[in-house]
């Protein structure tokens, strides 16, 4: 039942299954995403003691949260060091005799390889710890407390959240949502045109029940200009793991509470496509019988819209967004199953499918870790923006590299009249999707320090600073973790000085990272 599986999760998010006290490392990681493993083992390696602590109760963030298959697409020689290391091992683990044999992978065994890194570096960590507040002296963090009454102390501070929870509350400027094209001069900024793209409702599907809109769908007369910023985001969905091997199948039940209307885009979409097949739903295939499912087409995982104010909100609204997302998910998988509007092949062929007995074990089957594509972004020492993605690739303080494609998925369904259809009432529209191939760019150092005044021991390769367009292309699990190496080995570097974060020797880190296999340069 979809209530007990909130209820699970929510359960897991504030519950502690260990015991934490103060201590006092020289390194405290805040939230075990895989970049904050990364980088807690990257600075015990180094010879920091560290200690890392994580809201929920499990280690990994989306890479063991859902996201089975890695974001690479051509990325392979950009991926190197610590993260080349998790490849490594999750290779040894199916057998493979390629790393890159290793990008497809079940969620458990992600989670098992970073625990098991973890545990080798003597890495520390306490689950179930949300942070409450930050105490500062100057431009120094001194210590956080949790909701736990728990206090971490420590000389230098990494918050690898999605969120930037540590950050902002610790005084770091930050932005949210997308900028205006002027901001940065940059071109794929702002709101973007209603055109065609791969995510575009491809056959008219009217976005209204009488004068009513559609749940979910913003009015034409509320949307920016074309380019002009509107602090919006891209859209957040659960990436799930399912199967369509009996023993290991869990059916998909009817969510309660289900309510058929807030599908009634999807059921016009396929009706509007007759007998032209309509793909909602994408599933790529993962070991042992295991399905990634990601969003495909215009309505499908994501739920573009509710996600707006989930990177300021409280703890208890982002509870409400993600299990609002949560019953979504339930039920799109619940509707593809047995909605008529579906055709019949496609919904037996659906039916055959179902969440894994053997895989997120304490929620049932349902994913830990809620898809947050972008949240907040530090406005740090070096703001990442188009040009230094595009054009001016290279940095002198370059400590990894990216080259993914710039990403950016569904803002929001939009009810508009343009000239695509010869209608003269609304027709529905997505907008926000960008997909635009880049070069492979160097990550700066600068790109991950606050600016020295507001902050001198805080590290963040999550929340980089960086614009929406460039974190577009930063923003998957290998461009953490190879964030996160630098940071953790940085972090351990201004602990051994007692020196700003700002002031770590770039030369000498850049080395250290080349010798422990992190690729810095291009190898085109």
Not at 6 to 20: E, G, N, P, R
Not at 225 to 233: A, W
Not at 271 to 287: D, E, F, M, Y
């Amino acid at each position: 039942m979809i209530s007990r599986t909130v209820a699970l999760v929510l359960v897991a998010i504030s519950t502690s299954i260990q015991a934490a006290r103060a201590t006092s490392p020289d390194v405290v990681v805040y939230t075990a995403t895989a970049s904050g493993v990364i980088a807690s083992v990257a600075a015990a390696r180094h010879g920091a003691k560290v200690v890392l602590v994580e809201p929920g109760q499990h280690v990994g963030g989306m890479f063991s949260g859902g996201l089975g298959q890695s974001d690479v697409r051509g990325q392979e020689k950009l991926i190197g060091g610590l993260a080349r290391e998790v490849y490594d091992r999750m290779a040894r683990h199916y057998r493979k005799p390629k790393w890159q044999a290793a990008f497809n992978f079940e969620p458990h065994v992600a989670e098992t390889v970073l625990r098991d890194m973890l545990r080798e570096a003597g890495v520390q960590v306490f689950f179930g710890q949300r942070l409450a507040s930050v105490r500062k002296e100057g431009a120094r963090i001194i210590s956080f407390k949790t909701e736990s009454g728990n206090s971490y102390s420590a000389k230098v501070f990494i918050d690898a959240g999605y969120e930037g929870d540590l950050m902002a509350r610790s005084g770091v400027q930050y932005a949210v949502g997308r900028e205006g094209r002027a901001k940065y001069g940059e071109w794929l900024a702002g709101r973007t045109e209603l055109i065609p793209s791969e995510h575009q409702f491809e056959f008219p599907v009217s976005p209204r029940k009488g004068e009513e809109l559609l749940p979910f769908v913003t009015p034409q007369t509320k949307l920016a200009q074309v380019g002009d910023g509107d602090g919006k985001i891209q859209g957040y969905c659960f990436r799930l793991c399912l199967t369509d091997v009996g023993s290991n199948r869990i059916a998909i039940t009817e969510p309660d509470g289900y309510d058929p209307n807030e599908y009634e885009l999807l059921r016009r979409y396929f009706q509007s496509a007759g007998k032209r097949t309509i793909k909602a739903l994408h599933l790529v295939p993962l070991p042992n019988g295991k399905y990634d499912a990601n969003s495909s087409g215009p309505v499908s995982t994501i739920l573009p819209g509710p996600n707006w104010e989930y990177p300021d909100a409280s703890y208890e609204r982002r509870q409400e967004i993600w299990q609002q997302h949560l019953r979504w998910a339930h039920g799109l998988l619940w509707f593809l199953q047995n909605d008529s509007s579906v055709p019949v092949a496609q919904r037996d062929k659906l039916r055959k499918f179902g969440l894994c007995k053997d895989e997120f074990t304490d929620t049932q089957g349902w994913p830990h870790q809620l898809y947050i594509r972008e949240a907040r972004r530090m406005l740090g020492k070096y703001v990442v923006t188009e040009r230094d993605i595009e054009s001016q690739r290279t940095k002198p303080d370059g400590v990894g590299m990216c080259g993914y494609n710039i990403d950016i998925r569904e803002v929001q369904w939009v009810a508009a009249r343009t000239f695509r259809y010869p209608r003269a009432e609304d027709e529905t529209y997505t907008e926000g999707y960008v997909s635009q191939p880049v070069r492979p760019w160097q990550l700066p150092y600068g790109a991950f320090v606050p600016k020295a005044g507001e902050c001198e021991n805080l590290l963040t390769p999550v929340c980089a600073s960086m614009s929406t367009v460039a974190y577009g292309s930063f923003r998957m699990e290998p461009g953490y973790m190879i964030a996160g190496h630098a940071c953790g080995m940085a972090a351990a570097m201004a602990a051994t000085a007692n020196s700003p974060v700002q002031d770590v020797n770039c030369d000498k880190l850049r080395q250290l990272l080349r010798d422990q296999g992190q690729v810095i340069e291009s190898q085109e």
